[in-house]
């Protein structure tokens, strides 16, 4: 895994950033864990009759993308180990099943960058940023 994802990990463990997107280790507790296989076995049947919206393998095939996480959006996260170095990996969203987008950075760049773009809505309808907060579970 990535070293700041395992930095992370032993500083935080599992749990939920700015109340929206959930981080837990793929080899974690079982409910998650079991929830992980449940996500690769989904995404791997969409993969084979939607090959051009899934252009990743997921694990554990050779190069297949490992979740790590979720956002309550409805968007699956994984790390794509698309080097031998795990610090190089990217990161693959997959929006509501209905294709990927990948970031080029490192997995604290992409928690900063989600956060930022982050927005809710207070009690009396404005909309903000949101507040960066983590609560472990």
Same mark, same amino acid.
């Given at each position: 895994?990535?070293?700041?994802?395992?930095?992370?990990?032993?500083? @935080? *463990?599992t749990?939920?950033?700015?109340?929206?997107?959930?981080?837990? +280790?793929? +080899?974690?507790?079982?409910?998650?864990?079991?929830?992980? =296989?449940?996500?690769?076995?989904?995404? $791997?049947? !969409?993969?084979?009759?939607?090959?051009?919206? /899934?252009? +990743?393998?997921?694990?554990?095939?050779?190069? *297949?993308?490992? !979740?790590?996480g @979720?956002? @309550? *959006? #409805?968007?699956?996260?994984?790390?794509?180990?698309?080097?031998?170095?795990?610090?190089?990996?990217?990161? =693959?969203?997959?929006? +509501?099943?209905?294709?990927?987008? =990948? /970031?080029?950075?490192? /997995? $604290?760049?992409?928690?900063?960058a989600? =956060?930022?773009?982050?927005?809710?809505?207070?009690?009396? #309808?404005?909309?903000?940023?949101?507040?960066?907060?983590?609560?472990?579970?």
């Open positions: 895994m990535p070293s700041d994802f395992k930095a992370f990990m032993d500083a @935080y *463990g749990g939920v950033i700015a109340e929206e997107l959930v981080i837990f +280790h793929p +080899h974690g507790s079982s409910p998650l864990l079991d929830r992980m =296989v449940r996500i690769h076995e989904s995404f $791997t049947e !969409s993969r084979e009759r939607r090959p051009d919206d /899934f252009p +990743h393998p997921f694990h554990p095939e050779a190069g *297949g993308l490992i !979740s790590w @979720y956002d @309550y *959006g #409805g968007d699956e996260h994984f790390f794509l180990p698309c080097d031998p170095d795990p610090d190089q990996w990217k990161i =693959v969203t997959m929006a +509501h099943e209905e294709g990927c987008e =990948v /970031f080029d950075g490192p /997995f $604290t760049d992409f928690i900063l989600f =956060v930022e773009r982050l927005e809710f809505m207070d009690e009396d #309808g404005n909309i903000g940023p949101a507040v960066p907060s983590f609560e472990a579970f």
